[in-house]
């Protein structure tokens, strides 16, 4: 039996021309219009083809972690650990993936550190060169066996996220990215963290609303943007985790 939108998952081996993802995209946006974020990852591992979660294991991340925890623990779960992370996201990521007793974590790190910065200063004198070597690249590798990828971008993040769909082409390459939680509010996270009685990341009690590495996260103050503190007074707020043909761009960050 042929099912409503069965056109939206993909063919194994096939490679989807970006009229094809666009069309793919919209059969999913218009099933899910309505739909819960819960139902919405129900349906992108369901109809999307072969779908991973990548998280940061930050301040949020928890939320969709559970998610895929209580839908389908095997999900794959891709970690990028950047070897400049804070002790704690590295403690939080165990505990957590413990917890909630995640059958499929992928910690993606990249291999040619040593040769491209053999001091760990990459970050001082190039923010972008250092996220492209540490996250996009593995990332990018990492996801190249994938039809698409759930995100935890949300509306409210920015302006440039206001008209963010559940589900979008990437630009470039042959996936779809997921973005279940794109109609949340910072109230909505708190609400579900605490039904659930999820584990916080403990820096976000320390004044870090939004955590990346160690070096370029700095405490949030009182009335400050929650992303303050991403790389503070450098021209560059987002880590370009998003691909247009195979290459980083500043669209968003999905951590
Ligand atoms: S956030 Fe900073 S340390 Fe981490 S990869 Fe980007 S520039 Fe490097």
């Known amino acids: 039996m042929r099912l409503e939108g069965q056109d939206a998952v993909p063919r194994p081996g096939t490679h989807p021309s970006q009229a094809e993802l666009r069309r793919r995209v919209d059969i999913l946006n218009d099933r899910y219009r309505h739909h819960s974020a819960t139902a919405v990852m129900q349906g992108a591992l369901r109809d999307a083809g072969n779908i991973a979660l990548v998280s940061s294991f930050g301040a949020e991340s928890v939320v969709l972690l559970h998610m895929v925890a209580v839908i389908e623990r095997r999900t794959p ?3 990028i650990d950047t070897r400049m992370l804070f002790t704690e996201t590295l403690v939080y990521q165990v505990e957590v993936a413990e917890r909630l007793n995640l059958q499929n974590l992928r910690i ?14 990459l970050h001082q004198r190039d923010t972008d060169a250092c996220c492209a070597l540490r996250k ?5 590798r990492a996801l190249a066996d994938f039809d698409g990828w759930i995100t935890g971008r949300k509306r409210f993040q920015s302006g440039t996220r206001a008209a963010l769909d559940f589900f979008e082409p990437e630009a470039g390459t042959n996936r779809i990215k997921v973005n279940p939680l794109a109609h949340w509010s910072p109230d909505d996270l708190r609400t579900y963290m605490d039904e ?6 403990p820096l976000v009690a320390r004044g870090y609303p939004s955590i990346g590495c160690a ?9 400050e943007d929650p992303r303050a503190g991403r790389w503070r007074d450098r ?7 998003h691909f247009e043909n195979g290459k980083m761009v500043r669209t968003g960050a999905a951590t």
Do not use: M, Y
């Open 77 to 79: 779960v891709l970690f």
């Open 108 to 121: 993606i790190r990249a291999d040619d550190i040593a040769r491209h910065d053999p001091d760990g200063t």
């Open 136 to 140: 996009v690249e593995p990332l990018n």
């Open 196 to 201: 659930n009685r999820l584990p916080r990341h």
């Open 215 to 223: 070096p370029c996260t700095s405490p949030v103050g009182q009335g």
């Open 235 to 241: 021209n560059k707020d987002e880590c370009g985790i």
